[in-house]
């Protein structure tokens, strides 16, 4: 096929061609975007429908639970969570003391040693315990020896008699003081 209409008429139908061609794309383009737009906003007012929806129910919950008898029961819940704390924190530094006593009487005492009296404290700068024992000896030899148990314990430390313990040399009144530890 052969054009035989003068160049004039031929960049005229170009550029005519060449307007209509735009015209659709840019009328595609335009209508692509309104829809785009469209879409957009409807996402928008479901999500602001919803979120209306969700704070209605917000509100009836906190209502709900705003009221005298959930408040009352909210504060002693608290209250026993804070007593619940307290009693950890107390048995968690608490001291054994049937476990020190048992340290105790596991030293061997010769035939003729009694104990009249025990003292047990807590001991304010640590975990150990303050024990003061008195008692009775028959002879200072057993005390003696009692002496040389008390000191090979590996629990009981600052040991220490009184020096009354070793005026008399038989029916031997004694007071000991020392330190165990608590755990």
Same mark, same amino acid.
């Given at each position: 096929?052969?054009?035989?209409? $003068?160049?004039?008429?031929?960049?005229?139908?170009? !550029? #005519?061609?060449?307007? =209509?061609?735009?015209?659709? /794309?840019? &009328?595609?383009?335009?209508?692509?975007?309104?829809?785009?737009?469209?879409?957009?906003?409807?996402?928008?007012?479901?999500?602001?429908?919803?979120?209306?929806?969700?704070?209605?129910?917000?509100?009836?919950?906190?209502?709900?639970?705003?009221? $005298?008898?959930?408040?009352?029961?909210?504060?002693? !819940? #608290?209250?026993?969570? =804070?007593?619940?704390?307290? /009693?950890? &924190?107390?048995?968690?530094?608490?001291?054994?003391?049937?476990?020190?006593?048992?340290?105790?009487?596991?030293?061997?005492?010769?035939?003729?040693?009694?104990?009249?009296?025990?003292?047990?404290?807590?001991?304010?700068?640590?975990?150990?315990?303050?024990?003061?024992?008195?008692?009775?000896?028959?002879?200072?030899?057993?005390?003696?020896?009692?002496?040389?148990?008390?000191?090979?314990?590996?629990?009981?430390?600052?040991?220490?008699?009184?020096?009354?313990?070793?005026?008399?040399?038989?029916?031997?009144?004694?007071?000991?003081?020392?330190?165990?530890?608590?755990?």
């Amino acid at each position: 096929m052969i054009n035989l209409l $003068p160049t004039k008429e031929k960049e005229e139908l170009i !550029l #005519e061609r060449n307007k =209509k061609l735009a015209i659709i /794309l840019g &009328s595609a383009l335009l209508i692509a975007l309104v829809c785009l737009i469209l879409v957009l906003l409807s996402v928008k007012f479901y999500i602001l429908g919803q979120a209306v929806s969700q704070k209605f129910t917000l509100e009836q919950a906190e209502n709900k639970y705003q009221t $005298p008898d959930f408040l009352i029961y909210k504060g002693l !819940l #608290e209250d026993y969570n =804070k007593n619940f704390a307290q /009693l950890r &924190s107390f048995y968690k530094n608490k001291i054994q003391f049937s476990a020190v006593l048992e340290n105790i009487l596991e030293v061997e005492r010769p035939e003729g040693v009694y104990f009249t009296d025990l003292s047990l404290a807590r001991s304010e700068d640590s975990n150990k315990v303050e024990a003061k024992l008195s008692g009775i000896s028959d002879t200072r030899d057993n005390l003696l020896l009692f002496k040389k148990n008390i000191e090979e314990s590996k629990v009981i430390k600052n040991q220490s008699f009184s020096s009354e313990s070793w005026i008399n040399s038989k029916d031997v009144n004694f007071y000991l003081t020392f330190e165990v530890n608590g755990n």
